[in-house]
């Protein structure tokens, strides 16, 4: 199946390692020019070398802290400048923030939120040029699941995340803009949390391996798959919609 991806210019929102990098790779591979950032130079310098490696298509990363609105925005018209239009917007980060002090509750709702809605704003026009526009959130089974953590805004925020892209959805249908988030479960990847977890607490990983009905974590370019296919033209009628990407780790019906 052609992804139909071949040409088109995506931002992604946090892209230097993880699922943001697993991304990046794919839809470049495809023929996407990117604009990534994340908050180190380092990462992002070296997530540009090797996309520039890639396929056709051009690559622009910067420096960001997306919890910064000003910066947030400025790199998200650099990029369209750059990438002289767009198409595919991906807000990957999060501020990951999972416990319940204050600082957490503001980090959750200043990256997963306030980042998201910022880039919107900055992106608009240009994704109302396109013709094959989508903004495509990543979210996290904790929108929906309890995990037997403390309370904690890590959660809240994602599902924050869900009803603003349904909103989104809904009012820029007529302008041809699709809006979906795509819900992680637990996945691997070399340095990423879980392996931290899989290193320090094996039992525990073990655990949740069981847990899965498939017996092992999800991975970084599985989950990179489901988001390049829905925030591409091929996954045109997927729209204001979460998608539970968990490989069956939540066993529930929706
Ligand atoms: N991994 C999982 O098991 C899992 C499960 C459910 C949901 N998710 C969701 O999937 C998304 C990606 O998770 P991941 O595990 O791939 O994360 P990760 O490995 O920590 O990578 C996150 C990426 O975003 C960048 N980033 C983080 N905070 C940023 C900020 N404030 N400003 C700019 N860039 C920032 C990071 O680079 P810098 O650190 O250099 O900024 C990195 O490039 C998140 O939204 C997460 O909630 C993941």
């Known amino acids: 199946m052609n992804l139909g991806l071949n040409g088109k210019r995506a931002i992604i929102l946090g892209g230097s390692r993880g699922i943001g990098w697993y991304t990046a790779e794919i839809l470049k591979a495809e023929g996407c020019s990117i604009a990534l950032c994340a908050r180190g130079a380092e990462g992002v ?25 000003d910066a947030t ?8 400048e750059r990438l002289g239009g767009l198409d595919l917007l991906i807000h990957n980060a999060s501020g990951f923030g999972v416990g319940g002090s204050e600082d957490d509750w503001r980090r959750s709702f200043d990256v997963d939120m306030m980042a998201g809605v910022r880039a919107v704003e900055e992106a608009l026009p240009a994704l109302k040029e396109s013709d094959s526009a989508s903004i495509t959130f990543i979210g996290s089974m904790a929108s929906k699941y309890y995990f037997g953590r403390p309370p904690g805004s890590y959660g809240p925020a994602k599902a924050a995340m869900r009803a603003y892209a349904n909103e989104l959805a809904q009012a820029y249908g007529k302008d041809g803009i699709r809006a979906n988030v795509i819900s992680p479960g637990a996945v691997w990847f070399p340095g990423g949390s879980w392996d931290n977890v ?15 009905p498939l017996g092992r974590l999800g991975t970084g370019e599985e989950i990179a798959r489901i988001i390049a296919f829905t925030a591409s033209p091929a996954g045109m009628w997927l729209n204001a919609t979460h998608i539970a990407a968990d490989g069956g780790q939540v066993a529930a019906v929706d």
């Open 45 to 69: 310098n070296e997530a540009v070398t090797k996309l520039q490696e890639l396929g056709d298509g051009s690559v622009y990363g910067d420096a960001v802290d997306l919890a910064e609105g």
């Open 73 to 80: 925005r400025a790199f998200v018209k650099a990029g369209i």
């Open 198 to 212: 899989k290193k320090e607490n094996p039992k525990f990983y073990a655990g949740v391996e069981k847990a899965i």
